[in-house]
């Protein structure tokens, strides 16, 4: 019993203490220049890393991302029409790009698609 619980002592106390000497010895200062500015092939930046991002283009982007997940919601449509109702198919067709197109509309009024104002 004192064997089983020397061992696990050990096991215990052991890590614990080379992660405490690692972690005491270990200590970087984060306050370098080299490490805290952008690597440019060992050159000082001649402008800032950090420049403001558009929002607008962000936007664009996301746009485009939606409209191309709707196209892949359209293809199977072209397919499904051999095997479907002929009603059916022309109204689940009809609804989803009027569905589709009030979005533009709704995205063209509020102006998200304009570039430059």
């Known amino acids: ?13 052991l890590p614990m203490t080379i992660m405490m000497i690692a972690t005491t010895l270990s200590k970087k200062s984060t306050n370098d220049r080299e490490k805290s500015s952008p690597f440019e092939c060992g050159f000082d930046p001649k402008s800032s890393a ?8 962000f936007l664009i982007a996301v746009i485009f991302l939606i409209f191309d997940v709707e196209i892949a919601m359209i ?3 072209v397919i499904i029409f051999k095997t ?5 198919w022309t109204m ?5 790009i009027m569905i589709l197109l009030m979005g533009l509309y709704y ?5 998200a698609l304009q570039w430059a104002e």
Do not use: H, V
């Not at 019993?1 to 106390?13: C, F, H, N, P, R």
């Not at 689940?92 to 989803?96: D, L």
């Not at 995205?107 to 102006?111: A, H, I, P, S």
């Open 50 to 57: 950090r420049m403001p991002f558009s929002l607008q283009f």
């Open 107 to 111: 995205e063209w009024n509020q102006g």
């Open 84 to 88: 479907s109702n002929i009603k059916m």
């Open 1 to 13: 019993m004192t064997i089983l619980m020397t061992s696990i002592s050990i096991s215990l106390i």
């Open 75 to 77: 293809l199977p449509i």
């Open 92 to 96: 689940a067709t009809t609804i989803f």
